[in-house]
């Protein structure tokens, strides 16, 4: 059984707004920003390295 008074609506309206503010803080804190990026330039693509020579090997320790 509980003692204390129950809540009223004024601090359950409150706790609701609070409630709400964390969820719209949190969500746009967290959302991803490359959700709403827009879709590259066919300029920007990316060049394909197919004919690059490979590194040379490093040189031997003495």
């Known amino acids: 059984m ?12 409150i706790i609701a ?5 964390l969820h719209v803080a949190a ?3 967290l959302a991803d920003p490359l ?3 827009s ?3 066919p300029d920007d693509e990316a060049t394909c ?4 020579k490979p590194p040379a090997p490093a040189l031997p320790f003495d």
């Open 49 to 52: 390295l197919g004919g690059a």
């Open 27 to 29: 969500s746009a804190v």
């Open 2 to 13: 509980r003692d204390g008074a129950p809540l009223s609506v004024t601090a359950l309206g």
């Open 17 to 21: 707004a609070l409630i709400l503010i």
């Open 39 to 41: 879709p590259p330039a």
């Open 35 to 37: 959700a709403h990026a």
